[in-house]
């Protein structure tokens, strides 16, 4: 299949999304199963949310005791996702959860800020 380069080749496969749209925010939920909160990043930066998640499976196990895999189908590694915010939205207005495997974000919605006119004097 065609891969966007935005996403990395494998967030449309590991990081479904489903965006809401309600009177005064967004709202976003991004299926993570198998993840743990604590396996989960968000950061903001030049308008752009990017939620980013990485795991591992155990292998440190060594093979003798836990036998030699035939077929590995569960995802391990990272996967990341950037979505577009608008650059008038601030750390401190998004409001994220991890909750069943499940990162909920409600992001609100900002009128983008008007530069002020400033006078300036002329001698």
């Known amino acids: 299949g065609k891969r966007d380069p935005l996403?990395?080749?494998?967030?449309?496969?590991?990081?479904?999304?489903?965006i809401r749209e309600t009177d005064t925010s967004?709202?976003?939920?991004?299926?993570?199963?198998?993840f743990k909160k604590?396996?989960?990043?968000?950061?903001l930066k030049d308008g752009y949310l990017t939620i980013s998640a990485q795991k591992g499976l155990e292998?440190?196990?060594?093979?003798?005791?836990?036998?030699?895999?035939?077929r590995r189908e569960r995802y391990?590694?990272?996967?990341?996702?950037?979505f577009y915010v608008g650059e008038s939205i601030h750390e401190e207005d998004i409001e994220?959860?991890?909750?069943n495997g499940i990162?909920?974000?409600?992001?609100?919605?900002?009128?983008?800020?008007?530069?002020?006119q400033k006078q300036i004097m002329i001698k």
Request: aromatic share 6%; proline share 6%; net charge neutral.
């Open 103 to 116: 990162l909920q974000i409600s992001i609100p919605k900002k009128a983008p800020e008007v530069p002020v």
């Open 7 to 18: 996403f990395g080749k494998n967030a449309s496969r590991i990081m479904k999304t489903d």
């Open 96 to 99: 994220a959860k991890f909750e």
């Open 26 to 34: 967004y709202e976003l939920d991004v299926d993570l199963p198998g």
């Open 76 to 82: 391990s590694g990272s996967c990341s996702r950037s």
């Open 59 to 70: 292998r440190d196990q060594k093979e003798e005791k836990t036998g030699r895999y035939i």
């Open 38 to 43: 604590e396996d989960i990043q968000a950061h």
